[in-house]
């Protein structure tokens, strides 16, 4: 195995977090994926490993790159074993105090000069910062990936009121080196994808309330006449409609009316319509096949 460029942790191995790890392996890095239970950390290689498949099947990746870059991911369900990492980056639940609890631990166990990230979709960073210690914040800021995080290239990188120039360049270098573009974004609540993104989302929910068109029929509307490459409900399905409740009433506290969440939406949750993962969403693609 070709000599790892560095040591990156991950705390967190759902969706997002998971897909985080993969990549940073994949750029040549030793990657230390945490998370509360064995069961959570091999269900998360697996669906890594089906990602490679897959990327390997569509020319994405060359055959020799999957038993490399798994191999550059190990886990762990302690944090204690961040001692030795340069960047973490945390990406559990969107839930302030649970992320809080998590950046104490990292302060206290990670080595004084180890960037310490977080991949909140909405949460203020700088509300995120007051969890450390004032000589860890200098190395604290938000990198937000966007899902997949296998194949989209977006990272914004999000500086809170004490993060250092010198950790954005040093973060903005991790994620090239994780093949992804950062963009700078100033710290405000839902950063700018999310911001422009739900606006969209609301609208498009807004259009199935009132009866104009069917999830189906926007979504399709939206890669041909937008040139998108996935719909607002294919995307909620994928990335689960409570999670897209859950940041519109983020961004609806922060900014008001605009981002107030549909009641088809808040219904649709309530009633288990989650997506994917639940076996029904919004499109028939996500029911589970029996």
């Known amino acids: 195995m070709a000599t790892v460029r560095g040591k990156i942790g991950v705390v967190g191995a759902g969706l997002m977090g998971a897909e985080i790890a993969l990549v940073y392996a994949l750029g040549g890095y030793d990657v230390l994926l945490h998370d509360r239970g064995e069961s959570e ?4 290689l697996d669906r890594l490993a089906g990602i490679v498949d897959k990327g390997i099947a ?21 944090l204690e074993r961040f001692h030795d990492r340069e960047m973490v980056t945390e990406a559990v639940f969107e839930d302030e105090r649970e992320k809080g609890e998590i950046f104490r631990t990292l302060d ?6 180890a960037l310490i990230a977080s991949n909140t979709s909405s949460i203020a960073i700088s509300a995120l910062a007051s969890y450390l210690s004032p000589e860890r914040r200098p190395r604290f800021l938000g990198t937000h990936y966007f899902s997949p995080v296998s194949r989209m290239r977006l990272v914004e990188v999000i500086p809170q009121f004490d993060t250092a120039e010198d950790s954005v360049e040093r973060a903005m270098a991790y994620c090239r080196d994780a093949d992804k573009t950062p963009i700078r974004v100033k ?6 994808v999310n911001r422009v993104l739900h606006a969209f989302v609301i609208e498009a929910i807004k259009l199935v309330e009132e009866g104009v068109a069917t999830p189906e029929d926007i979504d ?6 937008l040139g998108h490459p996935i719909g607002p409900f294919e995307l909620m399905d994928v990335t689960t409609s409570s999670l897209c409740l859950q940041v519109q009433e983020i961004l609806h506290e922060a900014y008001g009316e605009r981002f107030r969440p549909p009641a088809l939406l808040k219904q649709r949750v309530q009633a288990g319509f989650l997506g994917r993962k639940a076996g029904r969403g919004w499109l028939k693609s996500a029911e589970r096949k029996r």
């Open 220 to 225: 399709l509307a939206c890669k041909l006449g």
């Open 108 to 113: 206290r166990v990670c080595p004084p000069e």
């Open 41 to 44: 950390l091999t269900s998360a």
């Open 58 to 78: 569509r020319g994405f990746y060359k055959e020799a790159v999957k038993p490399v870059a798994l191999a550059r991911i190990a886990t762990t369900t302690d």
């Open 187 to 192: 710290d405000v609540v839902g950063f700018a």
